[in-house]
């Protein structure tokens, strides 16, 4: 047998793995888009697909395939899958949240942030759920409570903002 064989034989693998990556991702990320609309209010229509990075519009509605990181990509690989969706805070302010996807055997790592991952199976169920609209949720809140903490009560971390004390002893 030629040994080309052999790498032909692995990038025919390569390929079936990466389009069966594709799928995942796309049927998670939709499901988790979903869940949690519903998750912020039962009416839902708060979240919408839009690209995980560069420019995006409110205008547009959702991006579909373009929501994805592999529609940027010229071909599809087995790494990590990323979206984006944008939460509808009032009626002018969107955001995003990005959300990270990784197959590693039966399982799938989801990222929010900088976070540690959430752990769901490849058979995964609605109730896996719950905890990724749960970090979801604290990341979105956490973009807004985090700046006025640090406004309010400072922190040393990130320097303190305000003005400092006058000495009395003056």
Known sequence: ???????????????????????????????????????LSPSGGLVMGVPPTG???????????????????PILTVR?????????????????QVVTLRKEGDHVAVFVDDGEAIWIPVSYKPSDFEQICERIFQSVLGMYRGN???????????????????????
């Open 148 to 170: 006025v903490n640090v406004f309010v009560h400072g922190d040393d971390r990130l320097m303190t903002i305000g003005f400092a004390p006058q000495d009395k002893g003056r």
């Open 55 to 73: 420019e995006w519009r409110t205008n547009t509605g959702d991006y579909h395939d373009a929501a994805f990181s592999f529609y940027y990509t």
């Open 80 to 96: 990590e899958t990323q979206f984006g969706m944008s939460i509808q805070i009032f009626e002018r302010l969107w955001v995003r």
């Open 1 to 39: 047998m030629e040994r080309i064989a052999e790498i032909r034989t692995a990038a025919e693998e390569y390929g079936r793995r990466s389009v069966e990556n594709m799928r995942l991702g796309q049927t998670l990320g939709r499901e988790i888009m979903a869940a949690f609309d519903k998750y």
